[in-house]
């Protein structure tokens, strides 16, 4: 049995937060199975919490030279993922997208318009030109001059591998949002045949131990329990304290529960805190995470013993940048200290030039 503290431990050692590893930023994505990235900059303070004298430009050349992309995958969200695992991601998540969309206000605005034959007229637009939603809706509209435009452009991307190219997501630099096609960006093209087995074992890797409820929370994939069943005789199963059964990997880490967590500064919505459908290894009782606003995300999560302790953003305002750190509730000292000292190489890495300012607010619930 694995009580809560041993869950939280070995998720934080899989997740690289226990302590800081010396991988290459793309192997880091590649572990970690891709990373939240609403917020475009997010995937950068989540590797920097994560790597061992990570530097930002190294990712940002790797989304220019085209080696890791943005594009929607796990529960429909936009996710930094390597170009080695997009297709074949994409192409396992694509029935959640596909669902996800035919449940939303935007399907309901199409009435009359044949999803088969606009995401056909949609794959030629994507495939010759990278342009944003409205210019989509608007191209699109030269077919159905009276469809909704916004509707049929997400439908578009709900229903295609589509790809935020940059500036979009440079650390430095920044742009608006223009997709393209994943097989025009990427020169290949969409694997038809996912295989679920491949994405769980990868998923137990970076999260396990888990139930089907956790990866299909996870993944946003549903009746992925034929799928763990089949892998049974790889993995080992243990229990939780309610009695659940969990499933893992053989060799895969599980710390004592007793090893020290250091503080984290984690940006908005990462995966850690998403990564289960029950999260009370992580987020502690009578806590919840907002549901991610999409690109207006301005809060990080901080991480104290391990555990979901509070929020936090960086404001500028002339040469001065200041770190807000909002803990949910009284740091004992050593930990404040820790916090504190953590937040000083945060904004030596984040707000590099600037005179670096830090206030630990007052605990509010």
Known sequence: MLGPRALNRALLARQLLLARDAMAPLAAIEHLVAMQAQAPLSPYVGL????????????????????????????????????GD?????????????????????????????????????????????LGRAALGRSLAARWPDGDQEAMAYAVAAHLPLVQVPPRGVWGRGGPVAWTSMERWLGGPIDE???????????????????????????????????????????VTVRDQDGRELFDLPDAQRPDPDTPAPPRFLPEYDNVLLGHADRSRIIPPGRSIPLPPGNGASMGTILVDGMYAGTWRIARSGGR???????FDALRPDDRAALELEGVRLLAFAASGSDPDIVVETSSS
């Open 48 to 83: 920097w919490s994560r790597l061992e004298g990570f530097d930002p430009r190294q990712l940002a050349a790797a989304i220019e030279d085209r080696a890791a992309v943005r594009t929607s995958l796990m529960r429909s969200t936009i996710h930094l993922v390597t170009a």
């Open 86 to 130: 997009a297709f074949a991601l994409r192409s396992w998540t694509q029935a959640a997208l596909t669902r996800g969309f035919a449940s939303s206000p935007f399907a309901k605005r199409l009435e009359g318009i044949e999803i088969e034959s606009l995401v056909a007229f949609g794959r030629e637009i994507v495939g010759d030109a990278s």
């Open 193 to 235: 045949r996912p295989d679920a087995g491949r994405w769980i074992l990868r998923y137990l890797a970076a999260f396990g131990p888990a139930t089907v409820a956790d990866i299909q929370a996870w993944s946003g994939v549903t009746g992925l329990r034929p799928a763990v069943e089949a892998l049974r005789p790889q993995l």
């Open 321 to 327: 940048a200041t770190l807000s750190i909002r803990p």
